[in-house]
């Protein structure tokens, strides 16, 4: 139900940008994020997004990433520029509950490694 694309390997400074295909079901009724996680770390909420566009973001992205949604296309964006080598990690997109603030629909990962 969820798709991630857009990895890759850059150096530090350069840009990458991630897209969700999800399905029409989800996509239309829930709010949309994306996660990340590094090895040997917890996984973090990056940026998030709710049916109405407002948005919020981690502190160590806040400037650098943009999360945006094209509704016509049920899929999610996330622009990263400036990108740090701590930004390499294993970046998963995840729908949120209508009923409360879990997060149970998840895609793979994929991968995004940043060189220095």
């Known amino acids: 139900q969820l798709q991630a694309s857009g990895g890759g390997l850059v150096l530090a400074g350069e840009s990458l940008r991630l897209s969700c295909a999800a399905s029409?079901?989800?996509?239309?009724?829930?709010?949309m994020g994306w996660y990340r996680q590094a090895p040997g770390k917890q996984r973090e909420l990056v940026a998030a997004?709710?049916?109405?566009?407002?948005?919020d973001y981690a502190d160590s992205v806040r400037g650098r990433f943009t999360i945006s949604r094209d509704n016509a296309k049920n899929t999610l964006y996330l622009q990263m520029n400036s990108l740090k080598p701590e930004d390499t990690a294993l970046y998963y997109c995840?729908?949120?509950?209508?009923?409360?603030?879990?997060?149970?629909?998840w895609g793979q990962g994929t991968q995004v490694t940043v060189s220095s």
């Open positions: 995840a729908a949120q509950s209508r009923f409360d603030s879990s997060w149970p629909f």
């Open positions: 029409g079901a989800i996509f239309s009724i829930n709010a």
């Open positions: 997004i709710t049916k109405g566009v407002t948005t």
